[in-house]
């Protein structure tokens, strides 16, 4: 579990790199497109060698409703925002938000249990946010800041609906489905966009191939781990560490200053981090399917 955490950040945290970059060679509908062809062929050969039990009943319905909550909703807003001039770290911050309101939301759409611990690890988690990327707040943008706003929503409620309805799927199913559906979507819709679907250079096709095959392909599959053995209370303190990150790696990347503000909020998050992830010493949690904050060994067992 804490490799699949360690992994988890980065790879999230790098969709917003690799995004910013591949909206300078593709038009958005062309980085979506691309995104989900290549997850999708990847997640393909997973499931030839695994084999997992396909959907049953209306758990189709859900994938397809998660798949555009996750994939259309979040991508589609934020990626139109990237390249309209909202900064990587300012788009990091906003979906920074989700945690938070995914947190709040969890006691009453869903029957997870939380404590004051959690609560405290969002609150501290979301001021490190804050602090990382504030300055970005004055920038000027006008409207295209309430892209990413929506696909904030779009990830707070893909998380729960994720969580809610499709915990009993099996993983690799999961995102096949997810990423076909997405695709499917975005062809429908390509007679009227207008769009040209070739990237224009090496360095288009080097950022849709991260953002299908680890951003896509890799995250979503260790998100759904996450969520399945954990909480989504423990998916959303990873998440407030992603501001952070995003701002270290935009350094090298794409340039970008890193200040002493971006490292003392990067520190107030892995605080809020440790804060709502910590236990207890030498208490033992039961193994009741419905309590998400077990064991990941436990949760997995008696997964429905």
């Not at 807003?77 to 969890?106: K, Q």
């Not at 399945?228 to 794409?254: D, E, G, K, Q």
């Amino acid at each position: 579990m804490p490799v699949l955490a360690v992994l988890f950040v980065p790879l999230w945290a790098s969709g917003f790199i690799a995004g910013k970059i591949a909206t300078g060679y593709l038009d958005v509908p062309a980085v979506l497109l691309w995104r989900f062809v290549i997850a999708l062929a990847v997640m393909l050969v997973a499931a030839a060698a695994l084999r997992p039990a396909p959907p049953k009943g209306r758990a189709w319905l859900h994938l397809v409703v998660t798949a555009l909550l996750l994939q259309i909703g979040q991508f589609s807003f934020v990626y139109t925002g990237l390249a309209s001039g909202v900064p990587a770290g300012l788009s990091s911050l906003i979906l920074g938000m989700a945690p938070l309101l995914v947190g709040l939301l969890t006691p009453l759409l869903l029957t997870t249990r939380l404590g004051v611990a959690p609560v405290a690890g969002l609150l501290i988690g979301a001021t490190g946010v804050y602090v990382v990327l504030a300055d970005d707040l004055g920038g000027g943008l006008g409207w295209s800041v309430v892209l990413p706003v929506l696909g904030m929503l779009s990830l707070a409620a893909g998380t729960l609906y994720q969580k809610r309805f499709n915990d009993s799927t099996p993983v690799v199913t999961s995102v096949v489905v997810q990423m076909a559906t997405s695709l499917v979507a975005t062809l429908a819709a390509w007679p009227f966009l207008g769009a040209h679907w070739l990237p224009s250079g090496v360095g288009g096709w080097l950022a849709v191939g991260w953002l299908g095959i680890f951003n896509s392909a890799g995250a979503f599959v260790l998100m759904f781990l996450l969520l399945r053995w954990r909480s989504t209370v423990f998916v959303s303190s990873l998440l407030n560490l992603v501001p952070a990150t995003t701002a270290l790696c935009a350094v090298p990347v794409l340039g970008e200053p890193l200040t002493p503000q971006a490292v003392l909020g990067l520190a107030i998050a892995l605080v809020g981090m440790f804060v709502g992830l910590g236990r207890r010493p030498g208490r033992r949690r039961s193994a009741d399917p419905e309590d998400t904050t077990a064991d990941p060994t436990t949760a997995s067992a008696t997964s429905r």
